[in-house]
Every structure is written in structure tokens, then in C-alpha cells.
């Protein structure tokens, strides 16, 4: 019923190193502290639940990993390099390289079809799986030449995570990816996620308000108020068919 304990990432390389990362909106009277001072480590390879209320700080801190955003202080670096140094063109070359993305609403281009719409990806990763690849891992391979408005919305979730991982990222960033979800439909998404971490090595953060998706992650984060309130870990961490709420 259970895997093994989430130590077994213990003394994996480190993915990411975040070091005082702040990040402040507005001035005076309108400033939001949205992250204060955050340190963090997360390993190659490990799942990571990102749990917390609204305006905790966990999507701002998903999007300065990706590199969608820049902190107000503090570092993040990825693999040893520093990415909060990077100019506008180095956050490109690192989200295209080694970053995908999956968020709530699927974001894909109505005028394509599945295969379409993943293969915007493997037309510019250097080492991608082919669209029929990567479609099949998220079990869409006989929905591959529909439109997403054919799909119902956990088809269009998964079609959205296989365009994430067609490009064999090092690292999957996912931003509710089942809060638009029913739980059935949203243990597929999670199924999926979960084995792309365990097949390719990626390390994936998840970002949910659901905390019994926290059981499938080696470790659970959990923000409040711009802070860190609570790091764990997993001891006994259940697959995401097992999982209910």
C-alpha cells in the first residue's frame, strides 16, 4: 500500500539552492510582502507538495524557480549556476532547456490538436520525446488528433502536461494542476505527474490547497505568509491512485 520512506533522496545532488529569497510588490502603504526570506533546498529527482492558503507566497516562489519572475533579494540557483543573475535572453535559454510548466487552465491553442499543441515544444527542445511520446505517457494516444475543444478538462490537463514534459525537462513546475478537477479526473493528472518523476529522474513541486495530494511528495512545504511554516517529509508516501478527497 505504501512506498518506501522519503530519505531516499537524502544526498541527491541539489536541483535548486534558494538562499534569503524575498520578493516585494508595490511601495509604501500599497507594499505586499508576498516571500520573506525564504531558504530551500530541493534535491534531484524528488516530488515536492507546496501547500498553503491564497497569498501564502507559493506561486510567487514556483515562478522566481522558473524563471518567470525575479525576486526582490536573495538567490536561487539551479545546478550551481545562479538564475537570479541571469539577464531577460539566460531565464529564456534556462526555462527552454531545462524547465517545464503546467498550470491550472491548460493554455493550449484552441486551432490545434493534441499532437499540435505538444509539438510547439519539440519543435525547439534540443532532445525532446515526439508528441505521440509524450501523449502516450499521459494515456491520450487515441485522442492525439483531437481538438482540445473535444477533450474534457482532465484530457486538456494532460495534453497541457505533455507538452510540459515532451521536452524531458530537469525540472516540472506545476501550479494547481487539478484545481479545475474533479478528483478522479485530477488523480490522472497527479498519476501522470507523478510518473514522470519517477521515470526520467525530474524533479517536480507541486503546487495544491488540497493537502491530500501532500501524500504522494517525498516532502511538504508549506507556506504562510510569505514564510516557510513547516518543512517534512513523507514517511510513508502512497501513490496518487490511492489518494481521495
Known sequence: ????????????PTAFSVRGLTKVYGTGEAE????????????????????G??????STFLNILGGLDNPTSGTVSFQGQEITALGAGGLTQYRRDHVGFVFQFYNLIPSLTA???VALVTEIAPDPLSPEEALDIVSLSDRIDHFPAQLSGG??????VARAIAKKP????????TGALDSQTGIGVLEAIEQVNREFGTTAAVITHNA???DIADRVVIFADGALSEVRVNERKIPAAEVSW
Not at 170 to 177: F, N, Y
Open 1 to 12: 500500500m505504501t512506498r518506501k520512506a522519503a530519505d531516499e533522496h537524502v544526498g541527491s
Open 115 to 117: 499532437r499540435e499543441n
Open 53 to 58: 492558503p491564497s497569498g501564502s507566497g507559493k
Open 32 to 51: 505586499v510582502r508576498a516571500l520573506r526570506g525564504i531558504n530551500l533546498d530541493l534535491r534531484e529527482g524528488e516530488l515536492v507538495v507546496l501547500l
Open 170 to 177: 530537469d525540472v516540472l513546475l506545476c501550479d494547481e494542476p
Open 155 to 160: 484530457e486538456q490537463q494532460r495534453v497541457a
Open 212 to 214: 491530500a495530494i501532500a
